[in-house]
């Protein structure tokens, strides 16, 4: 199998690298770029194909798996709230596939994180219901039950105590009100995965994003029936997944965007 390009579309930067989908690692160091201050989906998509252009001696004419921090329904994003607000709406698989002249897969960044951590990472081989979540800027999820995602869940958007869980919860509300880890993980953390808990009864949380890494400094606070782990993939786990993604539509193309779309066009006319 060769290696198949996976790029993370961030808030402050775009990243990409070559994925060995043998292994579920990179195949080569990623390339990161900074996201241009105007994020459209134009200018946006000229930094994507410097990074196609860096690694097309790896990647061949294969697909691009791309994430972005907003839910992605059948190729459309349908909201988003650290990016141009250009993207609200465009069919960003159709538009980006377009420019880049090759078969595209968009998916959400937790999702994509998600799909790497299930298939090469701490949610490998774990039966029953997983679910992912980010912690970074925002706070994105993934739900995976017994290997199968169930895409564009939105978790970081439940509300907890009349607030949006992410603007109380996600670490760079620790970093901004410049919260010990102690305080964020008992006030702000525990009652986000108490209500998770509550809501899902899931089998494993895994918890993602740059705060992972110091895992150790707050998981101890945490109080709760699900164990909780770090992601094994680290900051990798979204490109990693994002590659694996575009190779599996690649492989399925009998499941076609187009015909989930037609199907619920038909279900609207029987209505
Ligand atoms: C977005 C999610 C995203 C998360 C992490 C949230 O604000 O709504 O779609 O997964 O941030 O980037």
Redesign the pocket.
């Known amino acids: 199998m060769s290696n198949v390009l996976g790029i993370d579309v961030g808030g402050s930067g775009i990243k990409g690298a070559p994925v060995d989908l043998e292994v579920g690692d990179f195949a080569e160091p990623r390339l990161r770029i900074t996201t241009p201050e105007k994020s459209s989906p134009k200018n946006v998509v000229a930094v994507l194909r410097e990074i196609v252009d860096n690694f097309a001696p790896t990647i061949g004419d294969g697909p691009v798996g791309i994430s972005f ?3 992605a329904r059948h190729g459309v994003i349908p909201f988003i ?1 650290n990016l141009d607000q250009e993207w609200a709406g465009l069919h960003a698989e159709n538009y980006i596939s377009d420019a880049l002249g090759r078969p595209v897969t968009v998916l ?3 999702d994509a994180a998600g799909l790497g951590e299930v298939h090469y990472g701490a949610a490998k081989g774990v039966p029953g219901l997983v679910i992912l979540t ?1 912690l ?5 999820s993934a739900v995976i039950n017994n290997g199968v995602l169930l895409p564009n869940t ?1 978790l ?2 439940i509300e907890i105590d009349g607030h949006d869980a ?1 603007s109380r919860a996600a670490s760079s509300v620790k970093d901004r009100k410049k919260m010990s880890y102690k305080d964020w993980a008992t006030k702000r953390l525990q009652p986000y995965y108490a209500t998770l808990e509550m809501l899902f009864s899931p089998d494993l949380f895994v918890v993602g994003g740059g705060v992972s890494k110091d895992h150790d400094k707050f998981f101890k606070y945490l109080d709760l029936e699900t164990p909780i782990v770090p992601a094994q993939l680290r900051n990798r786990a979204g490109i990693i997944g994002a590659a694996w993604q575009a190779q599996w539509r690649l492989e399925h193309p009998d499941v076609t965007e187009q015909q989930v779309i037609a199907a619920a066009e038909e279900a609207k006319k029987d209505d």
């Open positions: 921090p907003a839910p709230a959400n960044d937790a980010t970074g800027t925002g706070i994105g939105e970081g958007h992410e």
